[in-house]
């Protein structure tokens, strides 16, 4: 026993010593009972320990991040963004990171109208990459560690300032590359990739037909094509982008909006070529199956002829299917040709699958082979006019969305141009009316001398 122990254990006995020499005590008549007086007391109680303790608020509590929520299928507004509020705790096997870029898709297009299967049902964050810092290691993480930069593969959830993932989709980001590149490289690179060597055993000599060439995953499948001796590229793109795309390695790029690419292929390569990676869908699918020669391969990985407009659009929806390529493995057989799907979306499940090809191409990049190219980027606030860019086919490379807060002079501007949109659908809507009005005012022009020869017959009629 201590020696701070020992009085506390003594003053029990002092005053069981007073109590027992303390004289006895008339008793005394008990006060008049009045109306609850412990509740006040217990009430005053509570209020002064109020008063005196300090109200207690953790990490948790005070814990928030910005993230993008799509919070139902339709237009660029649909994707909001919001303030999610308490600490995400962490499983056995995850890190959570401190996003800095993320990469948007055109499956993220898809996706905001409900046509990308892979996304949960709204409310949900979008994006499937993103790079960052980590920030926290849950249990059995073992080779990552806070402060790591890292990039990230995911079905969805990255559009956001924190993330919490499974430590097996993240990669080391290598020395040199930025943040935007690392967000611009997983989707598209290993998709690429997979596609030109897993599936098309792209070798020299061989010649390759890469749609939307000036695309994310036009230009890594553009690069990828260059690690092989000999392969002539074509690929399509409107005429503005062509001298950037020729740059890349396009060896015969072709607008698509002016001339039959089909024709363009076949009066350069007569026998068809030997690759042809397919994100279009519908009728162009059947072109890109004709266009093969024989041992020639069909990698189809998308039906981007759904997506027009801002919102789904039913007719657009109904021709692709309508269109729909199919064959019987009899003409495959007699063809010799072969037809595969890609959909990276599916193979979430195969990690040492993917890890292995994200190694490959994390080697490339080191030896200088391939390099994201960006477009431009936006903060979350933009993720409207991001997209709108991406869906309008006006973007060389990629589209990337910053977490950095946006300034606030960027702020007034933002404002000042939805002011202005908004200002615009006002006139566009009256003049509209406008229009409208005009064409009741001149058929009613056209109408009264019709009625004013009606009314000259009418005596006519009953003079006879």
Not at 249 to 268: A, L, Q
């Amino acid at each position: 026993m201590s020696g701070e122990d020992a009085p506390a254990q003594q003053q029990p006995n002092a005053v069981d010593q007073k109590q027992e020499t303390k004289p006895a005590e008339e008793p005394k008549p008990e006060p008049p009972k009045t109306d609850s007086p412990t509740t006040a007391d217990a009430t005053a109680a509570t209020a002064d320990a109020a008063a005196t303790t300090p109200a207690t608020t953790t990490e948790e509590d005070t814990f928030s991040y910005r993230a993008l929520v799509l919070t139902g299928y339709g237009g660029y507004d649909k994707v909001k963004l919001q303030v999610k509020k308490g600490k995400p705790v962490l499983k056995a096997g995850e890190l959570m990171v401190r996003v800095k870029a993320c990469g948007l898709n055109f499956a993220d297009l898809m996706a905001r109208q409900g046509l990308y299967d892979r996304l949960p049902s709204p409310p949900v964050t979008p994006g499937m990459e993103c790079s960052g810092v980590v920030e926290a290691v849950g249990e059995e993480v073992t080779d990552r560690k806070v402060g790591d930069k890292v990039m990230v593969l995911s079905r969805s959830g990255l559009w956001q300032e924190v993330a919490v993932v499974p430590a097996t989709h993240t990669f080391l980001i290598p020395e040199g590359m930025s943040f935007e590149e690392a967000a611009a490289l997983p989707v598209n690179y290993i998709t690429a990739y997979m596609m030109l060597f897993d599936f098309g055993n792209l070798r020299p000599n061989q010649s390759v037909l890469i749609h939307a060439a000036a695309g994310g995953v036009g230009i890594a499948a553009t690069q990828l094509c260059k690690t092989v001796k000999e392969v002539t590229v074509f690929g399509t793109a409107s005429a503005s982008k062509h001298e950037t795309i020729s740059q890349g390695g396009v060896t015969h790029p072709i607008d698509y909006r002016t001339k039959d690419y089909v024709e363009e292929v076949r009066k350069i390569s007569p026998k068809g070529l030997d690759i042809v990676l397919d994100p279009l869908g519908g009728s162009d699918t059947h072109k890109a199956y004709n266009l093969l020669k024989p041992m020639g391969k069909l990698i189809t990985y998308g039906t981007s002829n759904m997506l027009a407009g801002q919102k789904k659009n039913l007719l657009a929806v109904a021709k692709n299917w309508y269109h729909q390529f199919s064959i019987h493995t009899l003409s495959l057989i007699q063809g010799n040709k072969s037809v595969c799907g890609f959909h990276l979306g599916y193979l979430d499940g195969e990690t040492e699958l993917i890890n292995q090809t994200m190694n490959i191409v994390l080697d490339l990049y080191k030896q200088d082979k391939i390099k994201p190219h960006i477009d431009s980027t936006w903060h979350l606030e933009q993720v409207g006019d991001a997209m709108r860019k991406m869906q309008e086919r006006n973007n060389i490379g990629k589209v990337i969305l910053t977490t950095e807060p946006m300034p606030e002079e960027e702020k007034k501007e933002e404002a000042k141009k939805e002011d202005k949109k908004e200002e615009k659908k006002k006139e566009d809507k009256k003049k509209e009316e406008k229009k409208k009005d005009d064409g009741k005012k001149e058929e009613k022009k056209k109408e009264e001398p019709k009625k004013e020869e009606e009314k000259k017959e009418e005596p006519k009629k009953e003079e006879k």
